[in-house]
């Protein structure tokens, strides 16, 4: 008996877990993200949902978070440390290591999601199930989500057509929204959205793209003078992110607490990750608007141009990710499919 204690205690103490038998299950979360508190998603979705964990586990789960990558490496090793438990939860783009999550660029491409990031998340996580499961296999997926719509922000005058990309320097986010770039004539300039700043302060850009919803916590409306919005029902591009956790820490929990893990995953998750996006472009518009920077609409037959142009990329990305042995044309029609299907009234 006391053999069978001892070995009980020393599984608990390998598991990270408390070698209290009152508190045998507790557990800490470690969570990271690569933003400041002041993010859209940590304030309206990361925060939150660790204090819900928390409070659905009665306290048996506790949740830190460490913003701006307080327990150290770049917002491209996001992915990688919560794979490797070097935190046991995290949030992160698989477009900061581009070509090594080719399925999740389905909604990085032009004019593919909705001016809903709640909708388009809710769409987002069915074609994970559907296509990306495998491929993020060595983390748990606890939800997927995008972005609202991009919004085009630089020095000077605002772009006002097709025409005006050329020459600029341009940060952008991902793989596609780059080739898009660089179709429009513009030099795409890819970093982690923190490195915007500072780039736009330096002149290493001229501007880039962004959603409204980070525009005040990186200041960038006061380092930029303008700021084009796309219109119409379709986004200019997006982005893709992960809310992961670490296999390993969620398999050593027991059975409760998974559930609890599980109850606070999947799709609804996915459309408060989402959400938390579109409250977020409410307010950051909102402050730019009162900043007094000039904020321009394209006209419709500037976004035509646009649709026609991201039109081609998207049928390039089927026949690349067909020649990889993936149902390209399938992942695109399917991801049209859902978006149209989540975002219908909203």
């Known amino acids: 008996m006391k053999h069978a204690l001892m070995t009980a205690l020393a599984g608990a103490v390998a598991l990270g877990l408390s070698t209290t038998v009152a508190v045998a299950q507790d557990v800490t979360l470690r969570c990271q993200h690569f933003l ?23 306290g ?3 949740v830190e978070i460490y913003p701006a990558m307080q327990l150290g490496g770049s917002p491209p090793a996001l ?11 995290g949030w992160a783009l698989p477009a900061y290591t581009p070509g090594r999550f080719p399925e999740s660029e389905a909604f990085e491409l032009p004019f593919m999601t ?34 609202g719509p991009g919004v085009i922000h630089k020095k000077g005058d605002p772009i006002m057509s097709t025409a005006d990309f050329d020459g600029l320097k341009l940060r952008g986010p991902s793989r596609q929204a780059n080739a898009l770039l ?6 795409p300039v890819g970093m982690p959205v923190p490195a915007f700043p500072e780039a736009l302060s330096k002149g290493v850009v001229d501007g880039g793209v962004i ?14 003078d303008s700021h084009t919005q796309i219109g119409g029902d379709r986004a200019l591009y997006n982005t893709f992110f992960i809310w992961g956790m670490n296999p390993n820490t969620y398999n050593s929990l027991p059975d409760d607490l998974k559930a609890v893990i599980d109850a606070n995953s999947g799709i609804e998750t996915s459309a408060w990750a989402g959400s938390a996006m579109d409250q977020g472009d409410d307010v950051g518009e909102t402050i730019v608007a009162e ?6 609409t394209l006209s419709d037959d500037v976004v035509a141009e646009l649709r026609a142009i991201g039109e081609a990329q998207t049928e390039a990305w089927a026949a690349e990710m067909t020649s990889k042995g993936l149902p390209g044309a399938e992942m695109v029609e399917d991801a049209r499919a859902l978006v149209a299907k989540h975002s219908e009234g909203s």
């Open 182 to 187: 660089e179709t429009l004539g513009a030099t």
């Open 60 to 62: 048996r789960i506790k």
């Open 79 to 89: 992915y990688d440390q919560i794979r490797d438990g070097v935190i046991d939860c």
């Open 291 to 296: 900043s007094g920077n000039a904020i321009h």
């Open 36 to 58: 400041s508190p002041q993010g859209s998603v940590p304030k309206f979705f990361i925060e939150p949902w660790a204090r819900k964990v928390e409070a659905d586990s009665n």
């Open 211 to 224: 959603p409204w919803e980070i525009v005040p916590p990186l200041k960038v409306h006061e380092l930029s």
């Open 114 to 147: 909705s001016m809903s990031a709640e909708a388009s998340s809710r769409a987002a996580w069915e074609f994970t199930e559907k296509y990306a499961m495998e491929r993020f296999g060595d983390i748990k997926v606890l939800a997927v989500h995008v972005h």
